[in-house]
C-alpha cells in the first residue's frame, strides 16, 4: 500500500482561480506534513509545512490538515502561470528514532492564461 | 546564506562503472538525507546521516552506499551502475533529526548510465 497518496493530474486551472491540490496518507502517527513544489527539471522548493490540525496560511498558499480524516490539502489563492508545476506532498514517517519524509508521486499543476 | 550545493550537476556512466556524488549543506545544518528521483514520480528517500552517523536506510540495493564527513559534507557512491540506476539524485539537509524539522534541497545530481 502507498504510503503517501497523490493524484498524478494534471491539474489544469484558470488564471486567477483558486487550485486544490490533495494528499491522503496511510500512518495514522504522522505528525509532520509538507508541500513543495518541483518545476520542471529543477529540485524541490520547500513551499510550507503544517503540524496542527486546521489552516495555515501563507501569503497565496494555504495548508489543511485533518489528521483524523489523514488527509492534507494545498490550496492556492489567486492561481498564476508561474505556479505551473508539480507539487509534492511529503509525510514524516517515524523509523527507528528518525523521521523520514516520505513522498508522493506528486500533483502537476498547470495555470492557463 | 548558501543553500544545499551538489556536484558534478550532470554525470555519464556506462553500465559497471562506480560513480561517487557530493553534498555540502547549509551551513548549520547538521542532518544529510539522499534521495533518488526518476521521471514521473516523487523522490524516494535512500540515507539519512546525521552527525556522521547512518540514521536511515531506504530500500535500496548494497550497491548504494554514503558517508558524512566531520563538516557534515556528505557523499554517495553507487557502484556496479544500472541502466536503472539512471536518474536524479538530490541531497537534502535538515537542522537536526526532529519530526518538525523542515528539509532543503540542493540542486540535484542528474545521472545518466548508458
Known amino acids: 500500500q502507498k504510503e503517501v497518496e497523490q493524484n498524478s493530474g494534471p491539474l489544469s486551472v484558470p488564471e486567477g482561480a483558486i487550485a486544490s491540490l490533495n494528499c491522503t496518507y496511510s500512518d495514522r502517527g504522522s505528525q509532520s506534513f509538507f508541500w513543495y513544489r518541483q518545476y520542471s527539471g529543477k529540485s524541490p522548493e520547500l513551499i510550507m509545512s503544517i503540524y496542527s490540525n486546521g489552516d495555515k496560511e501563507d501569503g497565496r498558499f494555504t495548508a489543511q490538515l485533518n489528521k483524523a480524516s489523514q488527509y492534507v490539502s494545498l490550496l492556492i489563492r489567486d492561481s498564476q502561470p508561474s505556479d505551473s508545476a508539480t507539487y509534492l506532498c511529503a509525510v514524516n514517517l517515524s523509523s527507528g528514532g528518525s523521521y523520514i519524509p516520505t513522498f508522493g508521486r506528486g500533483t502537476s499543476l498547470i495555470v492557463h492564461p | 546564506d548558501a543553500g544545499v550545493t551538489q556536484s558534478p550537476t550532470h554525470l555519464i556512466k556506462t553500465r559497471g562503472q562506480q560513480v561517487t556524488l557530493r553534498c555540502s549543506p547549509i551551513s548549520g545544518h547538521k542532518s544529510v538525507s539522499w534521495y533518488q528521483q526518476v521521471l514521473g514520480q516523487g523522490p524516494q528517500f535512500i540515507f539519512q546521516y546525521y552527525e556522521k552517523e547512518e540514521r536511515g536506510r531506504g530500500n535500496f540495493p548494497d550497491r548504494f552506499s554514503a558517508r558524512q564527513f566531520p563538516n557534515y559534507s556528505s557523499e554517495l557512491n553507487v557502484n556496479a551502475l544500472l541502466l536503472g540506476d539512471s536518474a536524479l539524485y538530490l541531497c537534502?539537509?535538515?537542522?537536526?533529526?526532529?519530526?518538525?524539522?523542515?528539509?532543503?534541497f540542493g540542486p540535484g545530481t542528474r545521472l545518466t548510465v548508458l
Open positions: 537534502a539537509s535538515s537542522l537536526s533529526l526532529a519530526d518538525y524539522n523542515e528539509q532543503f
